[in-house]
């Protein structure tokens, strides 16, 4: 069998084997519906009361304060949807960056539709919103601010202390929401600390499985439901419980966090070898991911080539990349996140996103340098050519 090397960690993560002989195990054993008042009811809903602490504890929340949703797109439409249907005197104006997930950019300019107000603040080259520009916007009107913590392409991390000192300063009372879905399990997370009042998490990009994920809200804080229904998930979310799926994310949550400070030790090592490596073998490219960016997440331009090619030579040698974001690398538009930091046209159509887990191996970080020092060079003269 050829081998594999695993570099797309970002678009979804392989699931830990004790996470899926788990998910198994729920499937064959605890089928019930957790609504159900029987014994097979009842064993399912333990199971999800188990991963909502495992995942409170994460965050150091009360369990209360957690939903469990089909994933990050879901969280990040009910947080925002969710809070404006349930206030709707706090005001007409919402904030967003100009990097952020799909899933919040595109029910912000749903919303925009609908005749809110909305700004989305401009990031620097490093992929770090500009908080001049932030405290500028922010009125008695901005009833919600949602910032990713991490982007997902090139692994900025925002400064959430200067954003919700902008917000304490100009206006208590527009709600945080946090889409945390790369930063969940990576670095630490304490919204009641941090002054955060919603956060989006995701359980696959954690070796969980895929369609499940939460949303934290503060218990001080009304949402209301977008989907509409049987009245699980403490009225907020319908729909008969993702058992397997649920007590899986609390499974990996759990574990993810036990080795948090180790495997992030790793990935920097990891990232460092990639780029020492690179420095050694290949003469062009250029490292578009900010020297500040989580380890996890490695974005580089090869200039002169086009990454798809690239990425398909890579993986007819058994190692897997992404172009941009796996959401919209399969549309051929540039990514909206390298053209907010400035990236040339050129240098995007050469982008790919290495993103690490801690599956991955030192060795692999080798392998990957010495096959891309073959192919590099071949498909460069190929496109000369044409
Ligand atoms: C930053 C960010 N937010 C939200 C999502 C969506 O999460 P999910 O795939 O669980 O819907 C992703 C997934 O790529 C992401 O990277």
Redesign the pocket.
């Known amino acids: 069998m050829q081998r594999e090397i695993y570099l797309d960690n970002?678009?979804t993560t392989r699931p830990y084997d004790a996470v899926i002989d788990y998910i198994n195990d729920i499937n064959r054993e605890t089928y019930g519906n957790a609504s159900s008042l029987h014994t097979k009811g009842i064993e399912a809903e333990k199971i999800i009361k188990a991963a909502r602490q495992k995942i409170a504890d994460t965050m150091k929340v009360d369990s209360k304060e957690i939903i469990f949703t089909s994933?990050?797109?879901?969280s990040?439409n009910l947080a925002i949807l969710g809070y404006l249907e349930a206030n709707p005197r706090k005001g007409k104006h919402i904030i967003t960056s100009s990097i952020e997930?799909p899933?919040v950019l595109e029910v912000f300019k749903y919303l925009q539709g609908k005749g809110y107000k909305v700004d989305f603040i401009n990031v620097n080259q490093e992929g770090i919103i500009q908080i001049e520009e932030l405290r500028q916007k922010i009125t008695k009107e901005t009833a919600l601010i949602s910032i990713?913590l991490v982007n997902?392409e090139i692994g900025s991390i925002q400064p959430l202390e200067d954003i919700v000192r902008a917000r304490n300063e100009l206006n208590r009372e527009a709600v945080l929401h946090v889409?945390a879905?790369?930063a969940y399990g990576k670095i630490a997370i304490l919204p009641k600390k941090s002054g955060i009042e919603m956060l989006?998490v995701?359980s696959?990009?954690i070796h969980g499985p895929k369609g499940v994920?939460a949303l934290y809200v503060d218990k001080n804080i009304r949402i209301k439901p977008v989907l509409h229904g049987g009245g699980q998930e403490s009225l907020l979310r319908s729909g008969t419980e993702n058992v397997p799926g649920i007590g899986g994310f609390g499974m990996s949550a759990e574990m993810i966090h036990i080795s948090r400070e180790e495997s992030y030790q790793r990935m920097e090592n990891l990232r460092n070898l990639f780029i020492d490596s690179l420095n050694k073998r290949l003469d062009r490219f250029t490292i578009i991911s900010p020297e500040h960016a989580l380890p996890y997440i490695l974005n580089i331009s090869f200039g002169d080539l086009r990454s798809e090619v690239l990425l398909h030579h890579l993986e007819e040698k058994g190692i897997f990349v992404s172009t941009g974001?796996?959401?919209s690398s399969r549309k051929s538009i540039h990514s909206h996140v390298l053209k907010a930091i400035g990236i040339k046209s050129c240098d995007i159509e050469g982008a790919i996103r290495f993103s690490f887990s801690a599956f991955n191996t030192e060795q692999e970080i080798i392998d990957t340098v010495e096959t891309m020092k073959e192919i590099v060079p071949k498909i460069s003269v190929t496109r000369k050519g044409r």
């Open positions: 970002s678009a994933g990050g797109t879901e990040n997930h899933s990713m997902n889409d879905v790369q989006t995701s696959h990009k994920g974001s796996a959401c």
